[in-house]
């Protein structure tokens, strides 16, 4: 069996949170659960080092030993992501400064500015003295740098130390100032600098700065995230060969570049809580309210595709929700059966392993309403036999004999970050569209025709797609025009692509720029519209659109128009062009359309259900409000193929059959 056709649980668990007697009891149930991975130590700096040099090791041996002889595999928490406060007070310049000046401070966590250097020697110590310690220990499968970078709004810091690393990394960049001058527009407003050292961030001034400044200073914190991990990343592979490193990311959250991250790990692990992102988020409200206590349909499945993309297939879900969170605007409990389903949606989606936070509930501190497996007096909570169940159900599957291996999805949606961040920086020009939305709008619309997607790359190969989105190239990305030009599969390029060179400028051609070369079409203006104004286009298709319109001049005719004669929806062979942002079920209805065209097999869900196909398995979920028979949806479900789950899916329910 290839690591990738093995499915595990886990789950986060905190030793130095329990007395030392605990700890055994602690692994036996663990195991009595299934579970088999743990991940520990990312916020112990305070109990590892008490003093500068002082370490106490012995405990986190003791702990590592007993998971061990439980028969627990470790993932081993780097722990920089809590400074202690002897280390702070000795750096009282460390701490990142938000854009109101305010400096942000200990008693809770990520109080780092990424770009303080003599924090990353401090970094450098605690790695190095862990890895020696526990590099090779048997039972340590994985580490875990740090924890969820940027966090709490952690990337973007205004500190003295990253202004002056703005400046540097301007000066190797641009190497002259003229240059970057001219890159920037800087003769708009007179903005022109004579020297590096009088750059400053882009914050505090009278109206908005120059997008250009602050694309510079996205990236130049994006690069500052990965300098930082990448110190880590070194020391752990000099010390702990054959040990994997991962980090955990999170949902909804485009702050840093996470492919550029993800080069220099194993596995990218990402942070799912379904319920949290659905009240915090902002979705539409009748979505929140049918999908209270389940999440949304695609929410966490989005990010499985994302994370999946991030270190070639390998992804595990490092922390999933078991029950109310406690950070969200409101903490609803979610519907019996969650905490499995979740468990299943990350495996059917290609996670190696899924693993709950936590173990036990804090009776003390920040997160004491956030739930666990086990109450905080130790009893078992409501997730806790779901999770066994999930744990029996792998069995079986595995004494079955099906192979799990991920294969490559039908559909590709190329993700960009950097992409993303342009059009973010655009606002307040159309203040309701949110690009990362809109890209999971797309991805939704595919998902309720029910296909597969790999979320990937734009440096990614694109070979082998039979359909190819592009919802957010925004920038003149040549490589990528190189690229979509060479593949076979059909593309749909849509509202915004290459209308920005990479320093944030128009394009000497107009938009879409460099990807002309792929369909004739050029973006003579665009219009924002509020929420209330949404125009028809009418033609071979109708389509109503929303927040965002272009209007094209093209020798193409186009596939519907609009009252006042804008054209919408440019097609040229394999190649489609969609000029405004469609409202979802126009958009459905136009990606089902090309879909058939290319060839894909649709099936449309009813409302909650969702599928997915890994191996030689396909996946079927149900958060809709009654049961569903799968066998009228997918007539290769019959009875005999079933393997997991019957074939009468209930709300909270998962089927998986055999594929024909
Ligand atoms: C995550 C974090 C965990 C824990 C959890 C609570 O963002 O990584 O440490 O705080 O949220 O839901």
Not at 39 to 60: K, Q, V, Y
Not at 102 to 117: D, P
Not at 227 to 249: E, K, L, M
């Amino acid at each position: 069996m290839t690591a990738s056709d093995t499915l595990r649980t886990g789950v986060c668990y905190y030793p130095e949170h329990w007395p030392e007697e605990r700890w055994e009891q602690d692994a036996a149930h663990m195991r009595r659960l299934g579970l088999s991975v743990v991940r520990i130590g990312e916020f112990a700096w305070s109990r590892l080092e008490t003093a500068d040099g002082e370490w106490h090791f012995d405990w986190l041996q003791r702990a590592m030993d007993t998971l061990h002889a439980a028969g627990l595999s470790i993932v081993l928490g780097t722990p920089t992501a809590t400074p202690p406060a002897w280390l702070v007070k000795r750096h009282p310049d460390m701490f990142a400064v938000d854009e109101h000046g305010h400096t942000r401070g200990f008693g809770s966590r990520r109080h780092y500015c990424f770009s303080y250097q003599p924090y990353h020697e401090h970094c450098k110590r605690i790695v190095t003295a862990l890895a020696e310690r526990f590099g090779k220990h048997p039972a340590l499968i994985a580490w875990q740098t740090d924890n969820e970078y940027g966090c709490h709004d952690t990337i973007l810091s205004y500190s003295p130390a990253a202004v002056e690393q703005f400046r540097q990394w301007c000066k190797e960049r641009y190497s002259d100032i003229a240059s970057l001058n001219a890159a920037w527009g800087n003769v708009f407003w007179s903005m022109e600098y004579s020297d590096f050292s009088e750059i400053e961030a882009p914050v505090g001034a009278v109206t908005e700065t120059n997008p250009a400044h602050r694309l510079a200073y996205w990236r130049c914190a994006s690069d500052a995230v990965i300098a930082f991990d990448r110190v880590q990343v070194d020391i752990i592979r000099a010390h702990s060969p054959g040990r994997d490193v991962s980090h955990n990311f999170m949902g909804n959250f485009v702050e840093f570049d996470h492919h550029a991250l993800s080069r220099q790990l194993d596995i990218a692990t990402w942070d799912s809580y379904p319920l949290g992102f659905l009240t915090r988020d902002g979705v539409d409200p009748d979505e929140q309210k049918r999908y209270l206590r389940t999440g949304s349909p695609d929410g966490a499945a989005f990010h499985h595709d994302l994370y999946r993309g991030c270190c070639k297939g390998r992804f595990w879900v490092m922390e999933q929700q078991p029950g109310p969170v406690n950070w969200a605007p409101y903490n609803p409990s979610p519907r019996d059966g969650m905490a499995r389903y979740w468990g299943w949606e990350a495996f059917a989606h290609g996670a190696e392993v899924t693993s709950w936070f936590r173990w036990r509930q804090a009776p003390f501190a920040q997160e004491q309403m956030h739930t666990g497996l086990l109450l905080s007096n130790g009893e078992e909570d409501v997730a806790a036999a779901e999770v066994l169940q999930v744990a029996q159900e792998i069995d079986a599957l595995q004494t079955a004999g099906v192979d799990l291996t991920t294969q490559q999805a039908p559909v590709a949606l190329v993700f960009d970050y950097t992409g993303d961040r342009v059009q973010r920086n655009q606002q307040p020009d159309g203040r309701t569209h949110d690009p990362l939305l809109f890209t999971q709008q797309v991805y939704s619309a595919c998902r309720r025709l029910g296909l597969d997607i790999d979320v990937v790359a734009p440096d990614s190969d694109l070979s082998g797609y039979a359909l190819i989105l592009v919802p957010n190239a925004t920038i003149e990305d040549t490589a990528l025009v190189a690229s979509l030009a060479q593949v076979d599969g059909t593309v749909v390029l849509f509202p915004r692509t290459g209308s920005r060179t990479t320093e944030s400028a128009i394009p000497d051609a107009l938009p879409p720029g460099a990807f002309r070369q792929l369909i004739d079409v050029t973006v003579v203006r665009s219009e924002t519209l509020p929420p209330e104004e949404c125009p028809v286009a009418r033609g071979a298709e109708t389509s109503t659109v929303m927040s965002w319109r272009e209007r094209i001049r093209s020798p193409l005719t186009p596939i519907a128009t609009f009252d006042d004669g804008w054209g919408f929806h440019y097609t040229k062979g394999r190649v489609h062009y969609i000029n405004a942002i469609p409202e979802p079920q126009s958009l459905e209805r136009l990606l089902q359309a090309i879909g058939q065209r290319c060839g894909l097999t649709i099936t449309t869900m009813p409302e909650g259900v969702r599928t997915r196909r890994r191996g030689q398995l396909r996946f079927a979920f149900n958060i809709g409000t009654g049961p569903v028979a799968i066998a009228k949806l997918f007539p290769e479900a019959t009875a005999e193929r079933v393997l997991l789950g019957a074939r009468m899916v209930e709300p909270a329910g998962v089927v998986a059959w055999r594929v024909a």
